[in-house]
């Protein structure tokens, strides 16, 4: 069987590579592996060939055909199904191998036909052991790659394996499919209402955003127009204060001026006394011009009867004559100087007269005029004191209310501000589950796109598998 088994595996490859779908997935591994086709088909006649004599063999050893050779089988089958080789493309060459097999064992003259035939079955028989054991190891990696953990499944008799619950694992595997095509849904269908709300929220918090903005762009301007109203207010009060002093230096000054007022009022009634005393004192002048004329007239009458006794002694009172006569010149001229001093002191005592009666009437108007002048300027002056106290206390009041204003409008502008951080925080945490969430489609997305080929039966229970296999 060696001489012709290099000549059976050739016409296998022969077969093979002349089947245009087989050929195209050996070029297409050949092509992954770096290595020419010539060079791949090579290994696989080689290793056909191993595989073809170790039958052979381990006939020789006994035929056991134990636990070492199906671990061999496995591995192939293992790696067939890494390389993604077709189940029914390895099952399927074994037609072909049958039928060169039975074609070379009959045409082995070496061989009686009876030997041939139980030759044959014998080979036939191994044939189906490796189909067995690949199919196994395509069973087992498929579920392998359906993520079950087949080193957690327990076999109850050492009779069977794995493969013998194959059913029950479907079992399991569909029911799990089924749990997860209806969690994908409950998925899909909260991350479509989680997006509206991150949506809802993303403008919610663009809306306060925008809002919180305005409120602290009108609560900066307002704490800077009250700032400015405030040094506004502080400037008020330093001018009214000014003013309550310049009322209060008023008031002094009209005190001042009253006192004044008071002390020419009086130098007036002295001056009026004085012009009375002066009329008096002129009617004392008249009446010391009466006593003169008086005087006068009897120095007259003395001068008369002198020179009539002159007259009357002759020569001898010739010179006495001479001095009476001078003596009465005299006594007219003093008489008539008496008259003209007391003419002159009449009309000064009518001027005297009238200049009393008119500093009496002007006295008494003006202490009326004063009296009712110093009234309503002290009238004026209290009001006007009582309107700047009251202005004063008001613009101390709004300066303390502005101030207070300005406190609040800080405040309002630092909440805001801190509002508005928040709310832009909460905006870039919706944005980050809205991405989040749009990972999570993406997710289920590919979960759907995973399940697809898979259909989903009610008749699935979703019970637990306990994970041991009686």
Not at 145 to 156: F, G, N, R
Not at 161 to 173: A, C, K, Q, S
Not at 369 to 374: G, K, R
């Amino acid at each position: 069987m060696e001489q012709v088994a290099p000549q059976l595996v050739r016409e296998f490859y022969d077969f093979q590579f002349s089947f245009p779908e087989t050929a195209q997935f050996f070029i297409q591994y050949a092509q992954k592996r770096g290595i020419s086709i010539q060079s791949l088909r090579e290994r696989l006649e080689h290793a056909q060939l191993n595989y073809f004599l170790e039958i052979f063999r381990e006939a020789k050893r006994g035929g056991h055909y134990g636990v070492d050779f199906l671990e061999t089988r496995l591995r192939i089958g293992a790696l067939h199904n890494e390389i993604n080789l077709p189940m029914k493309w390895y099952i399927g060459s074994y037609a072909l191998m049958v039928e060169l097999l039975r074609r070379y064992l009959l045409q082995n003259e070496a061989l009686e036909q009876e030997q041939a035939k139980v030759a044959f079955q014998a080979i036939v028989s191994v044939f189906l052991y490796d189909i067995q054991a690949v199919s196994d190891a395509f069973i087992v990696m498929l579920l392998q790659d359906l993520c079950v953990d087949t080193d957690k499944i327990e076999v109850a008799s050492a009779t069977k394996d794995l493969t013998d619950y194959f059913g029950e694992v479907r079992g399991l595997f569909g029911a799990a499919v089924y749990e997860t095509m209806n969690a994908a849904a409950q998925i899909e269908q909260a991350v479509s209402d989680l997006q509206a709300t991150c949506e809802q929220t993303r403008t919610a918090a663009s809306q306060v955003v925008a809002a919180i903005e305005q409120v602290a762009r009108v609560a900066a301007h307002q704490a800077q127009e009250t700032v400015q109203t405030t040094e506004a207010v502080r400037q008020l009060t330093a001018s009214i204060q000014e003013i309550a002093e310049g009322a209060q230096a008023q008031a002094q000054a009209v005190e001042h001026a009253l006192s004044v007022i008071e002390r020419v009022g009086e130098n007036i009634r002295k001056t009026s006394t004085y012009v009375a005393e002066m009329g008096r004192q002129s009617s004392q002048i008249g009446e010391i011009i009466e006593a003169i004329n008086q005087i006068a007239f009897q120095t007259h009458l003395l001068a008369l009867n002198a020179a009539i006794e002159a007259a009357r002694a002759g020569e001898a009172g010739r010179g006495f004559a001479v001095v009476a006569k001078e003596v009465q010149q005299l006594a007219e001229r003093s008489a008539q100087s008496a008259k003209d001093v007391g003419r002159l002191v009449g009309q000064i005592q009518s001027v005297i007269s009238a200049a009393v009666q008119s500093m009496h009437a002007s006295v008494e108007q003006f202490e009326r005029e004063l009296v009712s002048a110093i009234q309503q300027v002290q009238g004026v002056v209290v009001r006007y004191q009582m309107v700047v106290q009251s202005m004063s206390r008001n613009a101390v009041a709004v300066r303390d209310a502005i101030e207070e204003v300005a406190s609040a409008s800080e405040q309002t502008s630092a909440a805001a501000q801190q509002v508005s951080a928040s709310t832009q925080e909460m905006a870039a945490q919706s944005a980050q589950v809205a991405q989040w969430t749009a990972r999570l489609s993406e997710i289920v997305a590919a979960l759907r796109g995973a399940l697809r080929p898979f259909k989903m039966h009610s008749d699935h229970a979703t019970s637990a598998w306990a994970g041991k296999v009686a």
